[in-house]
């Protein structure tokens, strides 16, 4: 990607996506990297170093890139429900990848296809990126579910995050348009 910058916060009606804090590891950890359920098919859960670890590759990625995985806060608690950003796609190439991770209290509310939606905006606008593309194990139907109505498409299998699995594309459309904060 060029020089464009991925404006944060994104705000949606319910979620705001912020630049990751130091101060946040903590919490995610606790909702997300450290919960056994939310990371199954992530590779399993991390200790509080390896949330520390995550938390600093993703502010330095957002230096260095532009745009990051960012914690998804929900605006009328406050709370860190889990993450979501844009970033180089883990399989190689050009591409940029969407993902998505919310602690299992939070899921089941939409807050994955909201912050996707955003995000998505945000890909085709402001940072001009013409095809963003995702990956998702195969035994994780939500995750499927959620990239079919943010209008990815199959496109096969690839190795990423250290696992064979589901590829899928979405390409800037022509009713794709920038974000809206509210």
């Known amino acids: 990607m060029g020089p464009a910058r991925m404006p944060l916060p994104i705000l949606t009606e319910r979620l705001a996506l912020r630049p990751y804090d130091p101060d946040d590891v903590a919490q995610i950890h606790t909702v997300l990297y450290g919960d056994p359920a939310a ?3 992530l ?8 949330a520390r670890a995550a938390v600093e590759r993703y502010i330095a990625q957002l230096r ?7 914690p ?4 009328e608690t406050g709370l860190i429900a889990g993450e979501a950003g844009l970033y180089p796609f883990a399989g190689g190439g050009p591409d940029v990848e969407l993902g998505y991770a919310l602690g299992p209290a939070f899921w089941g509310r939409g807050y994955a296809t909201e912050a996707g ?3 998505l905006a945000e890909a085709f606008g402001p940072l001009g ?5 995702a990956v998702t194990r195969e035994e994780n ?16 299998r690839r190795h990423a995050w250290g696992f064979e699995q589901l590829y899928f594309v979405r390409e800037r ?3 794709d348009a920038p974000a809206a904060t509210i």
């Open 117 to 119: 939606r955003a995000l």
């Open 64 to 70: 260095r890139e532009g745009y990051s995985f960012a």
């Open 141 to 156: 139907t939500g995750s499927r579910h959620v990239l079919a109505k943010l209008g990815f498409i199959p496109a096969g």
């Open 39 to 41: 990371m199954r098919l």
């Open 129 to 133: 990126v013409d095809r963003v593309v």
């Open 173 to 175: 459309r022509r009713d």
């Open 72 to 75: 998804v806060i929900e605006r």
């Open 43 to 50: 590779g399993g859960p991390l200790d509080v170093h390896g």
